[in-house]
């Protein structure tokens, strides 16, 4: 499978003269599920932005499914959720909100309904579809956000922070549809625990913007060191078992260390 995202030697600056990330190299393929974790600052959105092609980057390229360097021609192809919820809820109604990018694509009326349908359920939304989107509360405009870009079914998922705003709940909600999704799955987060039920490859970006690891789940969640380098803290499974289980077995999901301290206790 080809990458879907290619960028070659991305640096951003800003016109005050911030760089926000510096020449980063990175390849993602055809339904990988990786995160893209680092510390407040260091450049994960700017990165989003740039893989998703809504800033020009000051240097370096990014080419799209093997086929193009124009964002614009594959923008029905990538679901890019930025990290304020207000920017994707401008219509009317929470229904036409969701219902805009399906009918962007032409998917059929019938399609696109049954579509919101299905996503608006998944996440509490039915009651709230006729409200405008200025009257929901935080973690209802956060979850109307993720179903408007969920309700097209783009090939490749760049979420910035998803779960901000949201409860335990809809956390799970949002994780299970994140992980249904059949697609790739890009995932920027500065929060650690959540990493290892989403993806399977790790990118650190470092505080100077530029790419501080690259490497597999549990590689770079194990790696407590790697972490406090660049401002992040390992899971709080990963903390738990530290120093009692290997780097190997230390569980990296709250489920896994259950399972690990009932097989344990039993
Ligand atoms: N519009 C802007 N103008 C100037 N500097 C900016 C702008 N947006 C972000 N920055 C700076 O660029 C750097 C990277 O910011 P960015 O928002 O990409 O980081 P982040 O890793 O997403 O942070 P967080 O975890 O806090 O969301 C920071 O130093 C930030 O202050």
Sequence with gaps: ???????????????????????????????????????????????????????????????????????????????????????????????????????????????????????????????????????????????????????????VLLLDEPFGAVDAHYRDRILKLVTDHEGTVVLFTPSLDVVADVADRVIVVGPDGSIAADGSVRDVLTDSTLLQANGLRPPATVTLFEGILDADDVPLTVSDARAYLLDELG
Aim: hydrophobic letters at 40%.
């Design 1 to 155: 499978m080809g990458p879907v995202i290619e960028a070659r030697g991305l640096t951003h600056a800003y016109p005050d003269g911030t760089t926000a990330i510096q020449d980063v190299t990175v390849s993602i393929d055809e339904g990988e599920r990786v995160a893209v974790i680092g510390a407040n600052g260091s450049g994960k959105s700017t990165l989003q932005l740039a893989l998703g092609g809504l800033v020009e980057p000051t240097a370096g390229t990014v080419r799209y499914f093997d086929e193009t360097t124009d964002a614009e021609a594959v923008r029905d192809r990538l679901g890019v959720l930025l990290q304020d919820p207000d920017d994707y809820l401008f219509n009317t109604t929470v229904r036409e909100d969701l219902e805009y990018g399906p009918a962007q694509l032409g998917m059929s009326r019938e399609a696109a309904t049954q579509r919101v349908a299905h996503v608006a359920a998944e996440l509490g939304l039915d009651a709230l579809l006729d409200r405008p989107p200025f009257r929901l509360s935080g973690g209802e405009k956060q979850r109307a956000a993720v179903a408007s870009v969920l309700a097209f079914e783009p090939d």
